[in-house]
């Protein structure tokens, strides 16, 4: 199973809008729409999910974070961007082997 | 309130052998899948396996299939994780998660360390 790519950072001002890509193949990505995003703010704390099956937003969480997905690309946007977005995201995919897999992490940082 | 609870994590040899146990609670267990995601210092999480409602599917990682066992025992409402010829690429919080999605939760992990 190969990770899936991001790029390593993005920035962007408060109130900017920045986006995520996740970039894998038709065997994981493009094979079905159970892509999900995880927020994780410092070195050690439990990953947030902040994005399920592609375009689906946990309760409670902000509605500034959408994502979406083409092809074998997943994208997590977060709009109107604020200081404590900063953090490190990663992208999960399930697979045609019936297995997951992550992506290599993208660190956002909020000018 | 849904609690995981990882532990049987610790400092052994390669080679060595390990048993990770996840006890769930405030949930009704048997109802998810279950899974394991590990996080190495430095890296970003890598999902380990995960395992169906009542054990009888699970799959695997390339890296930990054929040394890693999952199963789980939904009276004692636990998942375990049996880690076999651990290597030093192994060494990672090792984390309980269910579902993977819309009922997301994760445990709190547990430390396991493989070095000679």
């Known amino acids: 199973q190969s990770t899936l790519t991001q790029p390593v950072s993005v920035s962007g001002s408060p109130g900017q809008s920045i986006s995520i890509s996740c970039t894998g193949t038709s065997s994981d990505v493009g094979n079905n729409n159970f892509v999900s995003w995880y927020q994780q703010r410092f070195p050690g704390e439990v990953p947030k999910l902040v994005i399920y099956d592609v375009d689906n937003r946990p309760s409670g969480v902000s509605n500034r974070f959408s994502g979406s997905k083409s092809g074998n690309t997943a994208s997590l946007t977060i709009s109107g961007l604020q200081a404590e977005d900063e953090a490190d995201y990663y992208c999960t995919s399930f697979t045609s082997s019936r297995t997951h897999v992550f992506g290599s992490g993208t660190k956002v940082t909020v000018l | 309130e849904v609690q995981l609870v990882e532990s049987g994590g610790g400092v052994v040899q390669p080679g060595g052998s390990l048993r990770l146990s996840c006890a769930a609670s405030?949930?009704?267990?048997?109802?998810?899948?279950m899974h394991w995601v590990r996080q190495g210092p430095g890296k970003g999480p890598m999902w380990v396996s995960r395992i169906n409602e009542d054990g009888a599917i699970s799959t695997y990682a390339d890296s930990v299939k054929g040394r890693f066992t999952i199963s789980r025992d939904n009276a004692e409402n636990t998942v375990y994780l049996q880690m076999n010829s651990l290597r030093v690429e192994d060494t990672a919080v090792y984390y309980c998660v269910r579902d993977f999605r819309i009922y997301d939760h994760w445990g709190q992990g547990t430390q396991v360390t493989v070095s000679s």
């Open positions: 405030g949930f009704t267990f048997g109802n998810f899948w």
